[in-house]
């Protein structure tokens, strides 16, 4: 199982973002609809929703926060036209981990990689750009996606291309070119692309938690964070 994989080789990993996920200027942030924070604001404006977001720090003396896998979010109703047709039950079961930290703050590879695909999805509540490496232990290949990353690195990046560990490969995106979110990274793991190319779902139906937390496990064990 690729959670037993990652654990035993968690410390080979290094950093995803040159910043201290286990400093003290971090903090959890709540996505779920137990705040009310949330429930009051217009998330449709991403300048409001960035205001949203950094009160949210500040409340708690913060400069980064985190947080997100397997979380039941509500801020997805932002995007009616990826999570909002009526007539299919709604996606809300977030599948990676997000760090909400400054636009064009450098992205890092963990650990050796190359890169699987890439990907501007563009539509407003999407990834925008995107970044998928592929990676390999044990003999097990596995693959860690990026998103909401700037426009500027991804025509530098090629399918194929391998990756250094520590080597800075994008950064994280402004709004709206990041798919219009306030500045964050998006960042998972995937033990199977299933076919897919620059693209995986990060939000899946709160009912397949269990086959959903199986091919995306803790993306955690990669970042260790203390906050998480």
Known sequence: MLSALLLR???EFG???PVDLNGADVCRLDFTATNPTLLAADLRDSAAFEQVVQAMLAAQSARVGVGGYLENRVIYRRSPDLFG???VPARSLHLGVDVWLPAGTPVLAPLAATVHSLADNANFGDYGPTVILQHELEGTTFYTLYGHLGRRELPLLR????LEKGEAFATVGPYPENGDWP???HFQVIADMEGRRGDFPGVALPEERQ????LCPDPNLILKSRWL
């Open 211 to 214: 086959k959903w937390a199986e």
């Open 9 to 11: 080789h968690q410390a």
């Open 183 to 185: 500045p964050h990274l």
């Open 159 to 162: 399918e194929g291309q391998t």
């Open 15 to 17: 950093a995803v973002l």
């Open 85 to 87: 047709d009526p007539a």
